[in-house]
C-alpha cells in the first residue's frame, strides 16, 4: 500500500528538526556540503514534521458534492468523520498510524490548512451523491468500475470502484481491518484507474482513424470468421462467419476480422498521429489519480490487427475510456477532475478559495464529418443492444479476454449531456450485459 502523506512519533520529528538544523548550519558554514539527495531526505523529514503538527492540531476539512450535500463531516483533530463507503476509494482517510490515502492523501496540504478557525479548508466534489450510491449499489459484489462525466467538461459526476471480494471501508483502520485489507490482492488498487486490455469498445479508436483516414469505404467478404498472420490468428467471437461487412455492419455486429483487416487500410503514420491526438501513451496527472492509455502497434502486421480490435498491446482504464469517448463524440477531450471548488463554510458565509478551471488537453482530435456519422452508427448499435431509441444513447460494448481466463467486460456510451461507462472484471460476462445498470444511470441523469 502506497502512503503518500507519512506521520511519525512527534518526538522523533522533533530530533530530526534538531539533526537537521545542525547539519544545515554546518553545510552553510561551508564544512560540510550536501548533495540534492542529501537535500531531499531533509526536506522529507521537515515536511513530515509539519504534517505531523497540522494533523495533531487541526480540525480536517470537510467534504461535499456537488449539490452541496456533506459527505465527510470532521469534527476534531486527529481524527476522520464517518465516510459513506462508496466514497472510500475517492475521499480515502488521514491517520496516525497508516498515514493517508485518496483526496486525503492528494490534498493534505488543502485539507490541513488553517482557514483561520482552527479547521482545514474544504473541498467540494463535482460528483452527485445519488449517482454515486447508485452506481455502487449496480456494482456490488463485482470487481467493478463506472465513470460519469459530463461531455463538455472534465467535471466527474461519478467515480466507482467495488470488489467482489468485500466490501473496501475506511471507517474501521484497526490494525486487524487493516490487515485484513493487506491480504485481498489488488484491494487497494481502484477498478476505475487500472488498465487492462478494453476488448471491442477500443473499436471507438478504430473507426475514428478509418474514417479520418479516409477508408470508411473499406468492404470486406467474410467467409470464414478468421484471418490468419504468421505470428498468430485473429477470430471473430464464438468464430461467427458474418458475410459482406462495411464499417457500419462492422461496428454493430463487432467483427474482429473486419478490423484487423481494416488496419492495414490505415497509413501507420496517421494512426500514429491519432494516438497523439487522443493522448494515448502520455501520463495525465487528475486530482484522483494519474490516468494513461498504453497503445502499441507493435512490429508485425499481427500486433497492428490486435490493437485495432482491442486486443494486443493495448491498455485502457475506465476513465481513459471515458476520455476516448468524449474525443469520439464531441472531438475535444478535457482533463477529468473530481474536485469543484476548496472553501470554507462558517454559520454565515461560504468563502470560495479557489475553483477548478476546464483544460482541454486536445482539440479537432476529430472532425465534425466523422463525429456525424459515427454518431449515427453508434446510435444504431445501442438500439441493437436493446437501449430504447427514445433515450438516444449511443454505446458500444466490448469483452476481452484477460490472461487469468476470465473475461472484462465494457460498455461505453453517451447522450447529449453525459459519457457513461461501466466495466466489470475477472468475470464470465460480455459487455452486452452492462445494458440494464447502464438503462438504470440514465434512467438516473434524466
Keep these: 500500500m502506497k502512503q503518500s502523506v507519512r506521520f511519525k512519533i512527534i518526538s522523533i520529528f522533533a530530533v530530526c528538526i534538531f539533526m537537521v538544523t545542525i547539519v544545515a548550519t554546518i553545510s552553510k558554514s561551508g564544512v560540510l556540503p550536501i548533495n540534492?539527495?542529501?537535500?531531499?531526505?531533509?526536506?522529507?523529514?521537515?515536511?513530515?514534521?509539519?504534517?505531523?503538527i497540522k494533523y495533531n492540531t487541526i480540525i480536517c476539512g470537510n467534504f461535499s458534492d456537488c449539490n452541496c450535500e456533506i459527505i465527510q463531516k470532521n469534527s476534531e483533530p486527529k481524527k476522520n468523520g464517518k465516510l459513506?463507503?462508496?466514497?472510500?476509494?475517492?475521499i480515502g482517510y488521514s491517520s496516525e498510524?497508516?498515514?493517508?490515502?485518496?483526496?486525503?492523501?492528494?490534498?493534505?496540504?488543502?485539507?490541513?490548512?488553517?482557514?483561520?478557525?482552527?479547521?482545514?479548508?474544504?473541498?467540494?466534489?463535482?460528483?452527485?451523491?445519488?449517482?454515486?450510491?447508485?452506481?455502487?449499489?449496480?456494482?456490488?459484489?463485482?470487481?467493478?468500475?463506472?465513470?460519469?462525466?459530463?461531455r463538455n467538461s472534465g467535471k466527474i459526476r461519478a467515480l466507482v470502484s467495488t470488489d467482489k471480494k468485500m466490501v473496501?471501508?475506511?471507517?474501521?483502520l484497526s490494525d486487524e481491518k487493516m490487515?485484513?485489507?493487506?491480504?485481498?490482492?489488488?484491494?487497494?488498487?481502484?477498478?476505475?484507474n487500472i488498465n487492462e486490455q478494453p476488448g471491442s469498445v477500443s473499436k471507438l479508436f478504430s473507426c475514428a482513424c478509418i474514417l479520418e483516414s479516409g477508408n470508411e469505404d473499406f468492404t470486406y467478404n467474410d467467409e470464414t470468421g478468421i484471418v490468419i498472420y504468421n505470428e498468430g490468428e485473429v477470430r471473430n467471437c464464438d468464430g461467427e462467419i458474418m458475410g459482406m461487412l462495411d464499417l457500419k455492419k462492422a461496428v454493430l455486429k463487432s467483427s474482429n476480422v473486419?478490423?484487423?483487416?481494416?488496419?492495414?487500410?490505415?497509413?501507420?503514420?496517421?494512426i500514429q498521429d491519432m494516438i497523439k491526438k487522443f493522448m494515448f501513451n502520455q501520463d495525465i496527472d487528475c486530482d484522483f489519480g494519474t490516468v494513461r492509455t498504453d497503445y502499441?502497434?507493435?512490429?508485425?502486421?499481427?500486433?497492428?490487427?490486435?490493437?485495432?480490435?482491442?486486443?494486443?498491446?493495448t491498455l485502457f482504464s475506465t476513465v481513459s475510456l471515458a476520455m476516448l469517448t468524449q474525443g469520439?463524440?464531441?472531438?475535444?477531450?478535457?482533463?477529468?477532475?473530481?474536485?469543484?471548488?476548496?472553501?470554507?463554510?462558517?454559520?454565515?458565509?461560504?468563502?470560495?478559495?479557489?475553483?477548478?478551471?476546464?483544460?482541454?488537453?486536445?482539440?479537432?482530435?476529430?472532425?465534425?464529418?466523422?463525429?456525424?456519422?459515427?454518431?449515427?452508427?453508434?446510435?444504431?448499435?445501442a438500439e441493437n443492444y436493446g437501449i430504447p431509441a427514445e433515450m438516444n444513447i449511443r454505446a458500444k460494448t466490448g469483452t476481452a479476454d484477460l490472461v487469468n481466463l476470465k473475461q472484462k467486460a465494457t460498455i461505453c456510451s453517451y447522450n447529449d449531456d453525459y459519457i457513461v461507462v461501466v466495466s466489470e472484471t475477472n468475470t464470465d460476462k460480455y459487455g452486452i450485459k452492462l445494458t440494464d445498470k447502464l438503462i438504470q444511470i440514465y434512467d438516473y441523469l434524466t
Design 97 to 150: 498510524n497508516y498515514g493517508a490515502f485518496g483526496l486525503h492523501s492528494s490534498q493534505f496540504d488543502v485539507l490541513y490548512d488553517d482557514a483561520g478557525n482552527g479547521k482545514g479548508k474544504s473541498i467540494k466534489l463535482t460528483t452527485d451523491n445519488g449517482l454515486q450510491y447508485l452506481c455502487t449499489e449496480l456494482l456490488k459484489d463485482t470487481d467493478g468500475s463506472a465513470v460519469v462525466i459530463e
Design 296 to 313: 502499441d502497434l507493435g512490429t508485425y502486421r499481427y500486433d497492428r490487427a490486435s490493437a485495432f480490435y482491442g486486443q494486443g498491446m
Design 258 to 270: 473486419y478490423f484487423a483487416l481494416a488496419s492495414m487500410q490505415v497509413d501507420r503514420a496517421t
Design 179 to 192: 490487515a485484513e485489507y493487506n491480504s485481498v490482492e489488488g484491494l487497494w488498487l481502484p477498478k476505475y
Design 328 to 381: 469520439v463524440c464531441d472531438g475535444s477531450i478535457y482533463k477529468p477532475h473530481i474536485i469543484d471548488s476548496v472553501y470554507d463554510e462558517n454559520e454565515s458565509s461560504v468563502k470560495i478559495f479557489s475553483e477548478t478551471e476546464e483544460e482541454v488537453l486536445s482539440e479537432n482530435v476529430v472532425s465534425n464529418e466523422t463525429m456525424k456519422k459515427l454518431d449515427s452508427i453508434l446510435l444504431e448499435t
Design 168 to 172: 473496501f471501508s475506511v471507517n474501521d
Design 36 to 52: 540534492s539527495y542529501e537535500s531531499e531526505a531533509v526536506e522529507d523529514y521537515r515536511q513530515d514534521a509539519e504534517n505531523e
Design 84 to 90: 459513506p463507503d462508496e466514497y472510500a476509494y475517492v
